[in-house]
């Protein structure tokens, strides 16, 4: 599984060894939603990337190195050419990753895709009390009784209707421990990525480095070659 997502020359070092970690607690985080979905019969309305059409994530530094990993891995041309220009495809409004006329998934990133995009409809928050609650995404249909009426539950309702949901906190929570010394900085997905990209790509020896030109941001990276 890890030969898909991570490039060959990244299978060691102190990253490696972050976006392992990384991957297995989304393989667990993947595992809970199914599972509460499944329990629950809950499902997206065929189709539909409404959460991703008016949504751009703020994602952790480790987040948009995953993600860059698996680009450099399964998309490589794709890649380089955000890391040398910087940034990603422009769209009036959303994710710049979302693709409408894909079918399937409309996420073309799919596999590398930040927590918060594996966690939409079908995990829960804590409140400001510290229950956990759940609500339908605005696009979910009502569900038919003994759970009609309302659109969020907390507490023992939500204990005896649906049983407990997994926790975006805990998760994110979990994901911000992996890397303390990132202090839980977020950035917009489009400024977080380019960056890591680079990274990895010189980690992974994907990008040559024989032109010294450089934006004189990014002293720990070198440039990456100009596309002829
Ligand atoms: S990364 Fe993928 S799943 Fe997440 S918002 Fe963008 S298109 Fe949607």
Redesign the pocket.
Known sequence: MLDTILPEGLRFGVLFDRLITVHSLYIRAEEALASFRARNGLSCPAGC?T??EG???DVLPLEASY?AAWLARNRPERALEIAESGRLPERSR?????DPDKPD??????PG??L??RL?AFSGIRTKNGRPSYSLCREMPHLPPPRSGARTWDGPDLEALFGPPPLMSDFGAELEGIAPGDGGRRAP?TAALPPALRQVLFLAGLGGRDDPNTDGNDPVLPPLPRAS
């Not at 998934?105 to 799919?110: E, S």
């Open positions: 990337g959460c991703c949504f751009l994530p993600l959303g994710c710049p990753l979302y998934a409309h996420c073309t990133v799919y895709r930040p918060i995009c939409f997905l």
